[in-house]
């Protein structure tokens, strides 16, 4: 079956928002680029001939570090690892890691004997978190000493605007974002959700909520149902990332 005119207009837009990414890089001094749509997964981002980018459109530093073919690479990676702290764009420049704010945790991220040993000098990262708890990157860099702190003050808004629209079209033409409509659950469910993350069991949410030790099973399982898994602790993991349950 050919391809239909909206699955082609994605891949195209798909394109011209790569070449786009690459270019506003190389706008600000950092020409290298290193993308992830998923940093647990070890899958590369294609085009739609299963071409990665990463060997058509992005170039690296160091031309034999294949980051792509490597599947360990993001369990190594001092960036990689730094996107798991850090929903907002940041940089690395003159061996020190910053953002808009002061973050404690992606201070604590930065390695800059890994950024010496991978050549980088220079760095702008913008980590986007996506529906269903999907951690994705964009990455530009530079293999020269740059100071970065009023590059990003002027461009961190725009590349990082930039980065979500290229990561969420991918997504979508490849078809890995939530494709139905989100689930509603109860203010009940919720609660029993909350209470079970928080590591009570279905007696103590029942003395807890003032309800019967059945009713907490019920409000559960029918979350569990709606949510499409089965089993508590996937039902708390899903309602997790969609945001049901929070730090509390």
């Not at 940041?90 to 020190?96: C, R, T, W």
Request: glycine share 6%; charged share 20%.
């Amino acid at each position: 079956m050919p391809p239909s005119d909206s699955s082609q207009t994605l891949e195209s837009e798909l394109l011209l928002l790569a070449n786009k990414v690459a270019d506003a890089g190389r706008q600000i001094g950092l020409p290298y680029t290193a993308v992830s749509a998923d940093i647990s997964s070890p899958r590369p981002m294609c085009d739609d001939e299963g071409q990665p980018f990463a060997e058509t459109v992005f170039r690296w530093i160091d031309p034999e570090l294949q980051y792509w073919k490597d599947r360990m690479f993001a369990l190594r990676s001092t960036l990689v690892h730094a996107t798991r702290t850090c929903a907002e764009p940041f940089y690395y420049s003159n061996g020190k890691i910053g953002s808009w704010r002061r973050n404690a945790a992606l201070v604590a991220a930065n390695d800059p004997e890994q950024y010496k040993a991978a050549n980088i000098h220079a760095a702008i990262v913008s980590p986007v978190y996506l529906p269903g708890g999907v951690i994705s990157a964009v990455v530009w860099a530079s293999d020269e000493d740059i100071d970065l702190t009023d590059i990003f003050a002027a461009e961190a808004g725009h590349l990082h605007a930039l980065a979500l629209k290229f990561i969420a079209t991918y997504h979508d033409a490849r078809a890995l974002g939530p494709q139905a409509p989100a689930v509603y659950l109860t203010r009940r469910e919720i609660q029993c959700l909350k209470w079970a993350a928080a590591g009570k069991t279905d007696a103590e949410i029942a003395t807890i909520m003032d309800i019967s030790v059945p009713t907490v099973r019920f409000h559960i399982t029918n979350s569990a149902t709606k949510l499409g898994v089965a089993g508590k602790a996937r039902a708390i993991q899903r309602a997790s990332t969609l945001g049901y349950i929070g730090h509390e």
